[in-house]
């Protein structure tokens, strides 16, 4: 709770910061581009929040990875978020500022999930789709999970469209079952 409490401190004075420079959606942007980095790369994820290495050696590495790439804000968070040992807080954090900047601009993340990557024509005209059904701003996030074999899976805030080849073989396998053969 204390932690939810510390991340939420932090991505408010971010957008409150980006606000009064006029760069919260150039912001967005770099921490779209600078999440992954660390949420794949356990490796350095562990490098920045152990105590095996000076915070010296830290901050140089940051400099190299992050300087002069990303917005002065994002790497002044960082950098801050090091000296205060609270590197463990960044993916909340940015996740925390980027659920502020959509809801600022009106705009639905749909999590979007396939057994291959949806062509990006695809993804358009779904996007579009998905507009004109909610009447509002959507962002597609595109996630590839093979298990559910075909078909799409559309999670859109508390709504749930399951299109998947997965769930209607389940829904025909258990209508089978149910069956009393004689």
Known sequence: MRDEIVSRIYAEALFKEAKKQRVVELLADDIRAF????QERQVLRRFFSGPQFSNDVKIELLRKIMENRVHPLLYQLVF???RKRRMD????????YLDKVDRELGIQEAVVTTAVKL???LSEKLRLKLERR?????????KVDSRIIGGLIVTLGNSVIDGSYRSRLTAIRDQLLSVKVY
């Open 89 to 96: 807080h960044v993916d909340e954090i940015c996740a925390l």
């Open 119 to 121: 062509p990006d024509p």
């Open 134 to 142: 909610t009447g509002t701003k959507v962002r597609i996030r595109n």
């Open 80 to 82: 801050i978020l090091l």
């Open 35 to 38: 999440q992954p980095i660390f």
